[in-house]
Every structure is written in structure tokens, then in C-alpha cells.
């Protein structure tokens, strides 16, 4: 049977009481903590004390060193162990042979309350400082927020963003909402929280977390140009987080400078590959290159379509990928005046082709039953819809034909 393991501890500090039964139920099956055992973990070992139980409470930031120092004396006074700070908590243990009681004196509520307080002035101070630099520096910088949702799923970090600002307002608002919670309820005696309630809190904690830590991965690796890239670079900085605490369980320090050094690694490799690497594609293409031969299956080109275009063909060729959405991007003009302009979007979910048929199209054109249709004469518009696929068609041909949209269609699928 393992003599150690790690053990969830990442609660919120205003859940202290509930976290001291759930240690004092861990010593009863014969676990004690020895401290800190990873991020969000505490290290315990097998142990024979039949009288180990715990005192955990809220820990001052601001305290100093001297502070921390005379509450440990303090506390070993009177028959308890000090065994770590862990998000937020003070966990001490008995002493061998010994049962003290926790302590909870009326000048202890009232530190824990001034400490609530602090994080409460803290948090709000920080929402609204944030709120100012976003506005003030956005309208200074010419920022249009409201351009943020302008075709988001195009674009993996506007998409974060989008999911994510509004989740942390409503995260920031809870947050402090449960700071006055505990300045009213948790300053003074009473009973720890059920075992559901301050896992759901920790489970709501982690999630907040992971979400801040996703969104700003997700905004960094923008910058590198390909989606296969950004894939690398996500699964290099997984790699980085988790293989470190594989390899060296029992080393925190050598655990915790790998695990820098390889998510620099990765967030720097992003940056150098946004300044080195072009864009994906080409143009200024002359006719008969094997390029725009290769893109048949892809793109709308004039033989796609049956046309007898003539002459000489100058044509580009644009590719981005985010996770939700590839677009390409096509233009070829024929010495005879046949021009063709496709942008085609294939979408990783099937729904979110509707979203894209209703975002791209011109707010002039007319609905139909296959898309929206709009005729211009010698240059004429189409935006049809294909399965996952949305078809947006520019140029010369006339689009209203079912037979020339048909074709167009088959030529986009991938």
C-alpha cells in the first residue's frame, strides 16, 4: 500500500472550517499532512497517531515575518504544529500526544474579518482600475470594442475573449459577493460548510482558473501564423505544466523551473514565429504555375465552371485557420475579362455555418431559398451555403444559375 499521496486542497480560504473537518476525516483514515504537494494538492503520508487532528485558518497577507513567526509560537504554546501555508489557509496540526482545541478568539474573527475586508477592497478596486485601462486606454488607442465580435470565429483569441470577459465579470461579481459573505458569516463561530458545497466552491475556483490561464494561452499563440502551429505550441505548454510533476514528485524546485523554463520556451517560440513566418499563400501568379493547379478541390476557378476564360491569368491565394473556422481566399482575373472572387469557410461544427451565412453576407442582398442572391450586372454576388461550407462568390459569372452555383459548390469541398 503507498505510504504518500497527493490530495485535492485547492479550497477557498473562507471555507476553512470545512476544510478542517476534511483533514480531520483524512487523519481518522490514517493521513497526515506533511504540506504543500503540488499546485493545487497537499502531500500526506501513512501515519499511526490516533489523536492527530487540525486547526486551519485564514492567513494574512500583509503579516510580516516577525507577525508570522510570534502566531507560530503562539500556537505551539499551546499544543499546535505549524504545517503550511496553502492557498490562503494556515494549517496547523496537534502535537504528539497532544488534543488541543481550535482556537477561535473574538480578536481572531476580527483579524479574519479585516483580512476578508482587504481582499474585498482589493477585488474591487482591481475590477475597476481594469474596467478604466480597458476604457480609457481603448478610446486613447483608438479601440473599437465593438469590433471584437465582428466575424469572431475567425480568430481564436477574439473567441476567448468573447467566452471569457463576460465569464470573469460574472466570476468577479461572485467573488466578491462571497468575500462580504464571509465577512457576515464566516467571522464569527460557526459550523463548516457540507462537503459539497466547498467542493463545488473549489471546482468553480478551478474552472475560473483554467479559463484565465486557456484565454491568455489562447491570445498569445495567436501569433503564431499556422493552426498546426498554435496546436504544437498548446500541446508543448500541456506538456510543460503536467511532465515536470511526473518526473520529479518529490523536487518542488526542480518541478517548478522546468516547468517555467518550457512554458517560456513555448510562449517565445509563438512570438518568433509571428515575426518570421509569413502568411499562408501566394499571389502574383502567372498562368500555367503548378500553385493554382493545385488548389482544384479547394477553391472556384473559371474551368470549375465550365467558362471558356482567355488568355493570360493573374490569381492569389489567402489561407487562415482558427479552431472553429478555415477560411480561404481566392482571385483570378482572365485576360478576357472573366474575374472570379471566392471565399470559401468550412466550419469545424455544423451550426456555426449559419452563423457565418448571416454574418458575411451584404445586409442588400436578397434571401433566397439556397443562400442570399445579389445581381450587379457585370460584377454579381452569391453567398451559398453547403453543408459545413459557406460560399461566398464574387464576379462575372451570373450566380442566380442553379447549374453555375452547383458547380461552384462541388468545387469548394474539401
Known amino acids: 500500500m503507498a505510504e504518500t499521496r497527493n490530495r485535492f486542497l485547492f479550497f477557498l480560504f473562507g471555507d476553512y472550517e470545512g476544510v478542517r473537518r476534511r483533514l480531520n476525516r483524512q487523519a481518522r483514515a490514517g493521513w497526515e499532512l506533511m504540506g504543500k504537494g503540488g499546485l493545487f494538492t497537499g502531500r500526506f503520508e501513512r501515519t499511526g497517531r490516533s489523536e492527530l487532528i487540525y486547526d486551519v485558518t485564514p492567513s494574512d497577507?500583509?503579516?510580516?515575518?516577525?507577525?508570522?513567526?510570534?502566531?507560530?509560537?503562539?500556537?505551539?504554546?499551546?499544543?499546535?504544529?505549524?504545517?503550511?501555508?496553502?492557498?490562503?489557509?494556515?494549517?496547523?496540526?496537534?502535537?504528539?500526544?497532544?488534543?488541543?482545541?481550535?482556537?477561535?478568539?473574538?480578536?481572531?474573527?476580527?483579524?479574519?474579518?479585516?483580512v476578508f475586508r482587504d481582499w474585498l477592497l482589493w477585488s474591487a478596486a482591481f475590477l475597476v482600475i481594469t474596467a478604466a485601462v480597458l476604457l480609457i486606454g481603448g478610446g486613447v488607442a483608438g479601440v473599437d470594442w465593438s469590433a471584437l465580435s465582428e466575424r469572431w470565429y475567425l480568430s481564436d483569441a477574439r473567441t476567448a475573449l468573447l467566452v471569457a470577459l463576460p465569464a470573469f465579470l460574472v466570476s468577479a461579481v461572485l467573488w466578491m459577493g462571497w468575500l462580504a459573505f464571509c465577512m457576515a458569516v464566516r467571522c464569527r463561530p460557526h459550523r463548516g460548510a457540507s462537503a459539497a458545497g466547498i467542493w463545488a466552491r473549489a471546482l468553480a475556483q478551478l474552472g475560473a482558473l483554467a479559463l484565465l490561464t486557456i484565454s491568455l494561452a489562447v491570445i498569445w499563440l495567436e501569433q503564431a501564423p499556422r493552426l498546426w502551429l498554435r496546436l504544437l505550441l498548446a500541446a508543448g505548454l500541456i506538456a510543460s505544466a503536467v511532465l515536470p510533476g511526473l518526473l520529479w514528485r518529490e523536487d518542488r524546485q526542480r518541478r517548478g523551473r522546468a516547468a517555467t523554463v518550457g512554458v517560456f520556451l513555448c510562449l517565445a517560440a509563438a512570438m518568433v514565429l509571428g515575426w518570421v513566418m509569413p502568411?499562408?499563400?501566394?499571389?502574383?501568379?502567372?498562368?500555367g504555375a503548378a500553385a493554382r493547379r493545385s488548389l482544384s478541390g479547394s477553391v472556384v476557378q473559371a474551368e470549375d465552371l465550365g467558362l471558356d476564360a482567355a488568355g493570360e491569368v493573374t490569381a492569389s491565394y489567402a489561407r487562415e485557420s482558427s479552431l472553429l473556422v478555415r477560411e480561404e481566399r481566392y482571385y483570378e482575373a482572365w485576360a478576357d475579362g472573366t474575374v472570379i472572387e471566392s471565399v470559401v469557410y468550412t466550419c469545424a461544427l455544423p451550426g456555426l455555418a449559419e452563423t457565418v451565412l448571416e454574418d458575411v453576407a451584404l445586409p442588400a442582398a436578397e434571401r433566397t431559398d439556397w443562400g442570399y442572391l445579389m445581381q450587379g450586372g457585370e460584377w454579381n454576388r452569391a453567398w451559398v451555403r453547403a453543408g459545413r461550407q459557406v460560399i461566398c462568390l464574387a464576379g462575372t459569372p451570373d450566380w442566380s444559375e442553379e447549374s453555375v452555383r452547383a458547380a461552384a459548390a462541388a468545387a469548394a469541398q474539401p
Request: aromatic share 12%; with cysteine; charged share 40%.
Open 61 to 114: 497577507p500583509r503579516r510580516s515575518e516577525e507577525e508570522l513567526r510570534a502566531q507560530v509560537r503562539f500556537r505551539e504554546e499551546r499544543g499546535w504544529q505549524a504545517v503550511d501555508t496553502i492557498w490562503g489557509m494556515d494549517i496547523y496540526k496537534s502535537m504528539p500526544c497532544q488534543s488541543p482545541e481550535p482556537l477561535r478568539r473574538e480578536e481572531d474573527y476580527r483579524r479574519w474579518c479585516a
Open 279 to 287: 502568411s499562408e499563400g501566394w499571389d502574383s501568379l502567372r498562368g
